[in-house]
């Protein structure tokens, strides 16, 4: 079974606009990480967010917040007044305890295209 | 600043030729990992390195061998690659993996053609 799943093959947003990108997860773990990486054309993995199973609030940093629903196991990634430089590949992961080796698990990716 | 490199960036091998991918890390990160990208693919996790111990992951294939030298390299060995192993290699490095937050850090990347 999947453990990360992004339905969104891509998604197209104006500049300025705010932007969603689903992730839903599927852990019997009640320890998990999950994180959002976003990947422009040139290749490198860019670190956005974590957000924790235990955290009570939902992540931020500056544009980017987590929309953390845990009954509904899903974390997706909320970006702000999008820019043109948001035009990318976004990768959502997570991180299970209960694995000897905390391996990290991604999605298969959303596309995002940011237009003027 | 502290960084995750790559080199090279690009790299052309042929058929059955051995190749050699190098990272390195001014981090001081104890945990070295190598994945694999293909095209519009996830990354996919080939082994990593808690200090000096090795760990490969169950269905990376023989033809990958890996080296970590000291903290701060790690290169990735393909002793002859075919046509299927052309894709991205990622180097991503963490401070350790016992930790649910510990965060990677990845390189930008070595893009492998294979002719």
């Known amino acids: 079974a999947q453990k990360i799943t992004q339905t969104q093959p891509g998604m197209f947003v104006q500049e300025k606009e705010a932007v969603t990108l689903d992730c839903t997860y599927d852990?019997?773990?009640?320890?998990?990480?999950l994180f959002w990486y976003k990947q422009p054309s040139s290749g490198e993995m860019i670190f956005l967010i974590y957000?924790?199973?235990?955290?009570?609030q939902n992540a931020t940093e500056g544009r980017y917040s987590l929309n953390f629903q845990k009954a509904r196991k899903s974390a997706n990634l909320v970006i702000s007044a999008s820019q043109l430089g948001d035009s990318a590949m976004y990768f959502c992961?997570?991180?299970?305890?209960?694995?000897?080796?905390?391996?990290?698990?991604f999605g298969t990716g959303t596309r995002l295209l940011v237009s003027p | 600043d502290a960084m995750v490199i790559q080199n090279p960036r690009y790299q052309v091998t042929q058929f059955g030729k051995p190749v050699t991918l190098s990272c390195s890390q001014t981090?001081?990160?104890?945990?070295m990992y190598w994945y694999q990208q293909k095209s519009s693919q996830a990354p996919k996790l080939l082994f990593h390195?808690?200090?000096?111990?090795?760990?490969n992951e169950a269905d990376t294939p023989d033809n990958f061998q890996s080296r970590r030298p000291n903290t701060s390299f790690c290169f990735l060995d393909i002793r002859s690659p075919g046509l299927g192993d052309a894709a991205m290699y990622l180097c991503?490095?963490?401070?350790?993996?016992?930790?649910?937050?510990?965060?990677?850090?990845f390189g930008p990347g070595t893009r492998l053609t294979v002719l």
């Open positions: 991503a490095t963490s401070t350790s993996f016992s930790g649910l937050a510990d965060t990677q850090y």
């Open positions: 992961a997570m991180r299970e305890m209960n694995t000897g080796f905390q391996k990290l698990v």
């Open positions: 957000q924790g199973s235990y955290d009570q």
């Open positions: 852990t019997s773990d009640p320890s998990y990480g």
């Open positions: 390195y808690y200090d000096k111990d090795f760990n």
């Open positions: 981090l001081n990160h104890n945990v």
